[in-house]
């Protein structure tokens, strides 16, 4: 499996020849999608000549091209709705919080346990708190955190105990590579 970041909350995703889009910014790279997950909405929409491409951009439980999602709605807020989603893919669960400025509830926090990676707004205001963000990402406790929706990283990463945190193009992982009980702080260039 492959992730680059994009910026703001936009991950790419890329494993046996599929590729998965996260809160994308732009239509540009829609057409080599298969599948693109919106964790706010509305958002960017679908244009007609992007056929073939599949949308999630609420709550409910999805299989496409084997890529299995399970949403939980969050509520809305300045009438647009907030959704976190859990993602099966390559072997590897992707847990995404997307633009959430307070704790889920305790039922969909026990959903979004045993994740191997979350990707976690780590930049504070107007997104989550920061100590709260971190706090909840202790109790999940994936084997790899990966922030976003941040422009500086050092207070979320002070909250682990980390002066900084290598840039990296991209991540590059395998289901074996991943360690249990064992949490690390990756962090990816926009």
């Given amino acids: 499996m492959i992730i680059t970041y994009h910026g703001d909350n936009y991950f790419k995703i890329q494993a046996q020849n599929r590729t998965l889009l996260i809160d994308p910014t732009n239509h540009r790279s829609f057409k080599?999608?298969?599948?693109?997950?919106?964790?706010?909405?509305?958002?960017l929409t679908p244009e007609p000549q992007e056929d073939g491409v599949s949308w999630i951009d609420?709550?409910?439980?999805?299989?496409?091209?084997?890529?299995r999602v399970q949403g939980w709605s969050l509520g809305e807020e300045a009438k647009k709705e907030k959704t976190v989603y859990k993602i099966y893919f390559d072997?590897?669960?992707?847990?995404?919080?997307g633009y959430l400025n307070?704790?889920?509830?305790?039922?969909?926090?026990?959903?979004?346990?045993?994740?191997?990676?979350?990707?976690?707004p780590a930049g504070g205001a107007p997104s989550w708190?920061?100590?709260a963000a971190a706090k909840f990402v202790k109790q999940v406790r994936p084997s790899i955190v990966l922030p976003s929706l941040a422009d500086n990283l050092k207070p979320f990463l002070k909250e682990f105990g980390q002066e900084k945190c290598e840039l990296e193009e991209k991540l590059v992982i395998k289901a074996?590579?991943?360690?249990?009980?064992?949490?690390?702080?990756?962090?990816?260039?926009?």
Avoid: W
Avoid at 32 to 43: E, G, Y
Avoid at 176 to 189: A, G, Y
């Fill in 32 to 43: 080599s999608a298969d599948l693109i997950l919106n964790t706010l909405r509305p958002t």
């Fill in 129 to 131: 708190e920061v100590g």
């Fill in 102 to 120: 307070k704790a889920p509830s305790q039922k969909i926090e026990e959903e979004l346990a045993q994740s191997d990676i979350l990707i976690a």
């Fill in 176 to 190: 074996k590579e991943l360690k249990p009980n064992v949490m690390f702080i990756r962090c990816l260039k926009p």
């Fill in 91 to 97: 072997e590897i669960t992707i847990t995404v919080l």
């Fill in 58 to 67: 609420h709550q409910g439980e999805y299989e496409i091209k084997d890529i």
